[in-house]
């Protein structure tokens, strides 16, 4: 197929997705949202999905009196999008993906048909002709305005706030041991032109520090010293942190089976719903109810309270299943993991280096090893080659640009690896009932932003399902900015 095919072939593409699209959310504009049903004492809740989202939201209904069946496709916890992605946790670091730049700055790279650059967001062919996909990005360039990129970045930051104090909570009680080491991240200006756009982005973020010389940054984190001539200055955040998430999963795992009896059902994925009935809510609109589901192996669980939807990558076509339209879309990312000699230093702060998409973050050193996570790049591939390496040359690159900010790990062992993460059409993750339905919620949609955000998003969650009306904890966050009825 020759160039002028192609653009024919996409152009056509993007026109029928559209029509289909405003057809659809034509008619869906004019449902409106309404309140849920009484809640049950000691409701039970079918949690579908049992990544870092799906655990965290079981964690909080459980906590708060429900009996939690949490269903997973794959053979255990955290094994796809939780499993070994970036371990930053990163209030600082929340621009959205859907901001004011792209169209100028991306858009020509994303489809271009020559030779991308190593950081350029690739889109797969099979992709061009996804209505799906069509369908996301035009909701996702409707976001890429400055006052759409200023109240995204709002939500997130509240959000994210409110997360690390939920996580700080069930650390303290609970007894959950994973690997964590930075504490803060520092962002690094290789050119005064990025030094001021990094202070620019970091002003309404609080505790910042503001490098502006080489020796300041090397003060701060001293094994940058042997690349002091590629500083000009950097931007720290001490409210930063990381951890390894699969561990974190697995403990969660643990306590929610130890203290809180929740039932895990793996190695079965979602083939239908169960809608039993339409009920009536408070105000008389009318409400299908999901009273269970059907799994591949005709299994059914039904008799559910309350559905909720924690499967990330796989929630948009599990939700056309009830013709809901959910634009949450699969990127995919690459990590490479470096393992050193554990006597070797590594860095105490998370590394962020935007412009090459590096971010670089040190796990606690064990007396076997260290290690050194790094996560980067982004492309789409869709739902077929989820968790597949098809670009090593990639995540080479990222090993190559990790090497030159830290030389002294270069003949150590690395390992590539790759996973798609779940994408909302704005970049602010889906958290919420499903309109028109009075027991099926979604917290879904946060993308590379998941460890950083999930806590806070279960929580909302929770409190959402229960209704609660005392907002004391979290007094600057509300629901509705996160609703999955945002896009209709």
């Not at 009536?280 to 009273?291: A, E, K």
């Not at 690459?334 to 230093?345: C, D, F, M, R, W």
């Not at 190559?400 to 704005?426: G, M, N």
């Amino acid at each position: 197929m020759n160039r002028t095919s192609r653009s024919i072939v996409v152009l056509s593409s993007v026109a029928t997705s559209f029509g289909i699209y405003k057809y659809v959310t034509s008619k869906a504009k004019n449902e409106k949202f309404q309140p849920i049903r009484s809640v049950s004492d000691h409701p039970t809740s079918i949690i579908i999905g049992a990544g870092i989202i799906g655990l965290t939201s079981a964690y909080y209904l459980a906590k708060s009196g429900h009996k939690v069946i949490c269903i997973e496709k794959r053979e255990d916890v955290a094994l796809e999008t939780s499993y070994k992605n970036g371990a930053l946790i990163c209030p600082s670091l929340l621009t959205p993906w859907a901001n004011s730049d792209v169209p100028k700055k991306y858009f020509k790279s994303i489809f271009s048909w020559s030779s991308p650059t190593p950081t350029s967001t690739k889109i797969w062919p099979s992709t061009f002709f996804s209505m799906k996909f069509y369908r996301w990005m035009y909701e996702y360039l409707k976001n890429c305005t400055t006052k759409a990129q200023v109240r995204n970045a709002a939500n997130l930051l509240t959000l994210s706030m409110y997360s690390r104090q939920c996580l700080d909570d069930i650390l303290k009680e609970n007894a959950i041991s994973f690997s964590r080491y930075t504490t803060g991240s520092l962002q690094l200006a290789v050119d005064p032109v990025i030094f001021e756009q990094l202070v620019e982005e970091s002003k309404h973020i609080d505790d910042i520090q503001i490098f502006s010389s080489p020796e300041e940054v090397i003060k701060h984190e001293p094994i940058l010293i042997s690349v002091k001539n590629r500083i000009y200055g950097g931007v720290f955040s001490s409210s930063d942190t990381n951890g390894n998430i699969y561990e974190f999963c697995c403990e969660l795992k643990r306590i929610l089976i130890e203290k809180y009896n929740v039932q895990f059902v793996f190695n079965e994925e979602i083939q239908d719903f169960i809608v039993s009935s339409t009920v009536q809510s408070h105000t008389g609109h009318q409400l299908r109810h999901v009273s269970g589901v059907v799994t591949t192996n005709n299994k059914k669980f039904e008799n559910a309270d309350n559905i909720i939807l924690a499967n990330g990558n796989y929630v948009m076509p599990l939700t056309e299943k009830l013709n809901i339209y959910v634009p949450v879309y699969p990127v995919k990312g690459y990590t490479v993991e470096i393992k050193t000699a554990p006597s070797i230093p590594l860095p105490k702060v998370n590394l962020v280096d935007d412009v090459n998409k590096l971010y670089i973050s040190a796990l606690k050193p064990t007396a076997q090893q260290g290690i050194v996570r790094v996560s980067g790049l982004a492309e789409f591939a869709g739902w077929k080659d989820i968790g597949v390496l098809s670009e090593p040359d990639r995540a080479q690159y990222l090993y190559e640009q990790t090497i030159a900010w830290l030389p002294h790990v270069a003949s150590y062992e690395k390992v590539f690896h790759s996973c798609s993460r779940p994408v909302s059409a704005d970049d602010v993750p889906l958290i919420g009932r499903c309109s028109n339905f009075d027991n099926l919620f979604i917290n879904c949609g946060h993308g590379s932003k998941g460890w950083t955000l999930a806590f806070g998003s279960a929580a909302l969650l929770a409190d959402t399902i229960n209704q609660k009306t005392d907002k004391t904890d979290r007094e600057s966050l509300t629901s509705e900015c996160y609703s999955p009825n945002r896009f209709q």
